[in-house]
């Protein structure tokens, strides 16, 4: 039970973060916060645990926190400035992948003890890279536009839970669902994948169910920019 319960405090500190860059440095602190999200999940997954008896990789909680930060910044900076937020996570995680890999041809000194240890990290298979950029950019894609049309119909302040939820819990299955087929059909059984695909998502959700007391929490915060009327 150590992993669930220090998971629940880890997912904690991840949410307070979370609003202190939001409560600190306004919409660019978003921004700055999607780009270390997107990085450091994509760090976080190499990791494997057990939880409940089941084999689950790390990197779903700060992945979640995407979604926060996207929602949050269609809620109060619109449409527009979310799809730009979508944009500069998936540059930067391309952008890391590319010169990362660049850095393991280099070739290494004789006393050198880093490039094993880069190579486990970062040298990711052309197919993870390949289904974590994909899922990335079609799931945060989709989230902008579903909540974007979830505040047409669901449009009261009360109902921010609906909008955050709604759109996220569509995309995140979307995302899931691109990554695990790009990543793992044919490498394991379907009764494995189908496994795999279920878990993934089902701690995806809760982590974002989780999280919605936290993005009432950020959009009480007040900064110069909201002044400028939300773009769509």
Known sequence: MFNFYFGVGFALVNFVLFLLCYKWF????LFAWIAAATILANLQVVKTIEMFGLVMTLGNVIY???YLATDLINEKY???????AVWFGFFTLVMTTIIMQLVLVFEPHESDIAQPHL??????LPRLAL?????YLVSQYLDVKLFAKLREKFSRPDQL????????????????FI??????????SW???????FTTYVIKFVVSAASTPFIYIARSFKHPEEAQKPSV
């Open 119 to 124: 190579e486990a990290i970062f040298g990711l």
């Open 131 to 135: 289904g974590s950029l994909t899922a």
């Open 26 to 29: 306004g919409k660019m602190g």
């Open 78 to 84: 619109g449409e527009k400035e979310a799809r730009k």
């Open 161 to 176: 839970w609906i909008r955050n939820n709604g759109s996220t819990m569509v995309s995140q299955l979307i995302d899931t």
């Open 64 to 66: 979640g926190t995407i």
């Open 179 to 188: 990554f695990c087929i790009i990543a793992f059909a044919g490498v394991f």
């Open 191 to 197: 009764d494995v994948w189908i496994q795999i695909f």
